[in-house]
């Protein structure tokens, strides 16, 4: 019996131990640096290399290569910013500095030159070996060429000459002779026993000025002293250096590289330079020598020609500078003005604009570039002290002050398009203050620009939120402007023209249909189709958006849109109704076609199509070929459906592989290798592993949780639990919530400092669930949509016995923020509530700033999120009754409110509202204000600290746990920066 007895307890003994070492860690708050993610990502054009990045939240990441067929690989710590070259032999990188000598060089507030640098590499891919160079600043390789690399090297600091010295040979020179004449000066007053005359001096001083003079000469961007710059053939290994090099450019297709250099230091007589390098035949040719600001190169497409903006004439000082447009072609010996101030043509007052997107048309027959007013020089008169600091609002502006302000910048840089016919040596000015934007044609080759302008309409966009425009021809030869369409009310883009450019549709919200204009005649194209093209589930007080655009057909007689669940073919020409092209309607799946050719024009009849495919039902997601067989259209897959989240595939540009990463809540994304194995059949291979610390943390699960709202509608939501869930114990419940969040049921979600949102993944390991509810709204009544959302998902969870239903808490962040805010006048349910940035007041903020763009509030209201679908004077009673603010005696929730001073989205003072009238009314309530922060936390630090505090909120609240002592006393202004309340007290 003792032999027995003794057996069980051993038996018991290790059963126990078994248990007790099958438990695993619950996340906290010093996991979050080393949690990986994947970072960038390509593969090379034969499909045989993938290259990805691993990255940690802090600290150094790795760069990966790997064979697709997982036979290979190799781990660069710190490499990043990679490019396999285009005969798929080659990978060029940077390396970073160790994280830690980074940090230590900001902490020590060391100068840029005196931190640690990155180190350039090269290997070749399937060996091991790697070719590195220290102390390096970039690189470029030609877009479709193998066989060339520049790269920058940094300054040599050692040989920079000591500051308050002459750095060029005149000004030693001057200095010389100052030291021989002040000597003889010195000799000759000593031996009369005088004293140095004024005259003496004068002479001294003259030679000064000659050395200041000679340092004073036009800088412009050039007074940046170059580096070397370093042209390498990777197929030799031979290189090249040029001294002295501020930017460098090259062809696509690598026959030409353009080097700007700077002045060589300590050479007076040398010259800034554009110099252009031909590959090809190993040359350097000089082709434009002196200046004082090169910018904007731009190549045509065959690397023949070359065009940019240079200034080459004003003093240092100046107030005013013109610019130039310089054009160069092969057989030339040197660049030449294309065009200047005098060029016929050009507004008068106009200069080249300093600011000019330059491009060639793709045929290299025409130059298209901007010019600008020539700016008001300052009046240098005016004494600073004396200016009056005034901002003068009119009712008839454009924008609003603020808007301006926000957007001075961009004003000041405001240019006008205008094209240089190369053929005819002709110069057209396209665009106007009163017509300012304008789209290519025919990749710059077409008859016309389409220009869009909504000039004189744009004061109603404070409430509306957009404008109307009017569209335009503007032929490219004369300039001249036919109006097409007047008071537009839709969407276009550029994608929207016809490839030719003979036609171009847009989507008209007033008849909720896509329209085709030749420029002579439009028409309705999408009329009679069966289902809505625009989003079936709009629910703000704005006109629904169309679910968007796919492309163009080859012969332009038809484009491909989409509805909600497919792709739909409308018909430029009269007499033939839209048709389905491809729909997963009776399944409610959802097709979208990937382009991954970036320089697709056109969809092609031939053509097979890469679509992604998400089930809305239960939102599996996968990726299929669509393709002609017999002229009929088929689907095969390449990633079969299931319960997983996709990123964006990236395809081999000469073979059906593609690099493309799968994750699900459980899993963290890693990176797949899919190929082609024969016919239509596809196979997949991992290729990393991230996070495999994970295993040791106790994770959780996600699942689709459906439930009757309280006015009879069901909603859907995903529910997480801890990866030990026991539906014999009860768990406290976070509700976090931001309109629609379901179709993330598959996204992995790591444990992460937010910017303000609810750490999921933290709070679930921790014993917790969370649910995410998706909510829909009736107009003008958002705040009882929430609650009747929200509320009954919490009320219908409760009835489960793993619910502590008397520990519930909620959090939201922005529009979320704002929606606990006012669920805690409505409702006592909630034992903690935790508020992000939100409104308490929609009657003040209705008038009120968004502060980042200058734009006006009012749009938000009447159109947009906020849903009221009325101005503040025509309902006032719904900006009252979704106000929290006025609802205040109502509350019974502790909450903590987030409103940051910096905020561009939301303006703080509508925390302080909310946190003074709960003050004032004795309720429980804490705020706090990150200083300088934006509407979403920026800085890591901040995000670290506040998900600290929102972990001790809710623990102390819905787990009993002791409460910090920010909770319990604050943090007095006296002590701010000393100590953080965050310790816990009895």
């Not at 033939?576 to 697709?600: A, N």
Request: with cysteine.
């Amino acid at each position: 019996m003792k032999g027995l007895f003794f057996a069980c307890l051993v038996s018991a003994a290790l059963l126990c131990h078994t248990q007790i070492s099958a438990q695993k860690k619950v996340l906290d708050h010093t996991v979050y640096d080393s949690w990986q993610s994947i970072g960038e990502t390509s593969i090379s054009n034969n499909g045989a290399w993938i290259v990805y990045a691993v990255n940690v939240q802090e600290g150094d990441n790795e760069l990966v290569i790997r064979s697709a067929d997982g036979t290979y690989k190799k781990t660069i710590a710190r490499g990043y910013n990679a490019t396999i070259t285009e005969d798929n032999k080659f990978l060029v990188f940077r390396i970073k500095p160790l994280y830690a000598q980074l940090r230590e060089a900001r902490i020590k507030k060391k100068k840029p030159e005196d931190t640690p640098k990155d180190t350039l590499a090269i290997i070749e891919l399937g060996k091991d070996s790697i070719w590195k160079k220290e102390k390096t600043k970039g690189f470029k390789i030609p877009e479709k060429s193998a066989n060339w690399l520049a790269y920058h090297l940094e300054k040599d600091t050692k040989a920079a000459a000591p500051k308050g010295k002459p750095v060029n040979k005149t000004a030693d020179s001057l200095m010389h002779v100052i030291d021989s004449l002040q000597q003889v000066i010195a000799a000759q007053t000593a031996a009369k026993g005088k004293k140095k005359s004024k005259k003496d001096d004068e002479t001294i001083e003259e030679l000064y000025a000659l050395i200041d003079a000679e340092g004073d000469e036009p800088g412009g961007s050039n007074a940046e002293t170059g580096s070397t710059l370093v042209l390498r053939n990777l197929a030799t290994g031979k290189q090249q250096e040029f001294k002295n090099v501020v930017k460098y450019y090259f062809d696509k297709n690598g026959t030409r590289l353009l080097l700007e250099q700077s002045k060589a230091p300590g050479d007076s007589l040398s010259k800034a330079a554009v110099v252009l390098v031909s590959l090809q035949q190993a040359k350097a040719d000089t082709i434009l020598l002196g200046g004082n600001e090169f910018k904007n190169f731009e190549f045509s497409e065959d690397g023949t020609q070359l065009a940019f903006i240079a200034e080459r004439d004003a003093a240092p000082k100046a107030l005013t500078k013109t610019y130039k447009l310089w054009y160069y072609t092969a057989g030339q010996d040197s660049a030449r003005v294309l065009v200047d101030n005098t060029t016929a043509g050009l507004p008068a007052k106009f200069t080249v604009s300093p600011f000019a997107n330059i491009s060639f048309s793709k045929s290299g027959k025409k130059l298209y570039f901007d010019t600008a007013p020539i700016p008001t020089p300052k009046d240098t008169t005016l004494v600073d002290i004396d200016l009056v600091k005034l901002d003068v609002w009119h009712y008839n502006e454009d924008y609003l002050q603020t808007t301006q302000l926000s957007r001075v910048n961009r004003t000041r840089e405001e240019d006008f398009q205008a094209v240089y016919d190369l053929a005819t040596n002709s110069f057209i000015q396209l665009t106007s203050k009163e017509i300012p934007n304008a789209y290519l044609t025919n990749e710059g080759d077409g008859e016309n620009v389409l220009a869009v302008t909504d000039f004189g309409r744009r004061v109603e966009s404070q409430w509306t939120g957009n404008t109307k425009k009017d569209v335009y021809w503007v032929n490219v030869q004369t300039g001249a402007k036919t109006l097409v369409l007047k008071n537009m009310n839709g969407q276009l883009s550029p994608a929207y023209i016809s490839p030719s450019g003979k036609y171009f549709i847009w989507y008209n919200y007033d008849t909720k249909s896509y329209h085709v204009s030749d420029g002579k005649a439009t028409r309705n194209i999408s009329q009679g189709y069966t289902y809505p093209l625009w989003d079936e589930e709009n629910d703000t007080p704005s006109d629904p958006p169309a679910y968007g655009f796919m492309g163009w057909d080859e012969k332009e007689a038809f484009v491909y849109v989409y509805d909600k669940y497919g792709i739909v073919k409308l018909f430029i020409a009269a007499g033939k109704k839209p048709e389905v092209f491809l729909t997963g309607r009776p399944q409610k799946v959802v097709y979208r076609y990937i382009r991954t050719d970036r320089e697709e024009r056109f969809i092609q009849p031939t053509q097979e199509l890469l679509v992604r495919y998400f089930n809305d039902v239960n939102k599996d997601a996968g990726l299929f070929i669509y393709k002609a067989v017999n002229d009929k259209y088929s689907l095969s897959p390449v990633i079969a459906p299931a319960a997983i989240s996709l990123g964006m595939p990236y395809k081999a540009k000469n073979n059906a592989v593609y690099a493309v990463t799968e994750e699900t809540y459980q899993q963290s994304p890693n990176v797949f290798a899919v190929a082609q194995a024969g016919g239509n059949n596809y196979t997949a291979k991992q290729l990393s592993n991230t996070n495999p610390q994970q295993s040791g943390y106790n994770w959780g699960t996600a699942e689709l949780y459906k439930w009757k709202t309280f006015s009879g509608k069901t909603s859907t939501g995903i529910l997480y639990k801890p990866e030990d869930f026991d539906s014999t114990k009860k768990y406290p419940l976070i509700l976090y919530f931001y309109e629609t969040l379901s179709n993330g049921l598959n996204s992995y979600i790591p444990p992460a400092p937010t910017p303000s949102r609810l750490n999921i993944s933290f709070f679930v390991s921790r014993g917790y669930l969370v649910f995410a509810p998706d909510i829909y709204y009736t107009k003008g009544y958002p705040a009882k949509s929430a609650y009747d959302y929200i509320v009954s998902a919490a009320k219908d969870l409760s009835k489960h016995k793993w619910v502590d239903g008397k520990n519930l808490g909620i959090q939201g962040q922005s529009w979320g923020g704002i929606q606990v805010a006012q669920l805690v006048t409505m409702t006592d349910i909630f034992k903690a509530a935790w508020s992000g940035a939100p409104v308490a007041n929609m009657t003040s903020a209705y008038g009120g700033i968004r502060w980042e763009s200058g734009m006006n509030r009012q749009f938000q209201y009447e159109k947009t999120q906020s849903r009221i679908g009325a101005t503040l004077w025509e309902k006032p009673q719904l900006y009252i009754e979704n106000s929290p603010l006025f609802h205040l005696p109502k509350v019974k929730t502790p909450i903590v409110i987030m409103a940051n001073d910096a905020d561009g989205a939301v303006p703080w003072y509508q925390g302080i509202e909310l946190f003074t009238g709960l003050r004032r009314l004795g309720k429980q309530a804490w705020m706090l204000n990150y200083n300088g922060e934006a509407h979403n936390l920026v800085e890591r630090k901040n995000r670290k600290d506040i998900q600290i505090r929102e972990q001790q909120f809710f623990d102390w609240l819905l787990k009993g746990a002791k409460p910090a002592r920010w909770i319990t006393e604050g943090v007095p202004a006296v002590e701010k920066g000393k100590s953080w309340g965050l310790e816990l007290v009895d």
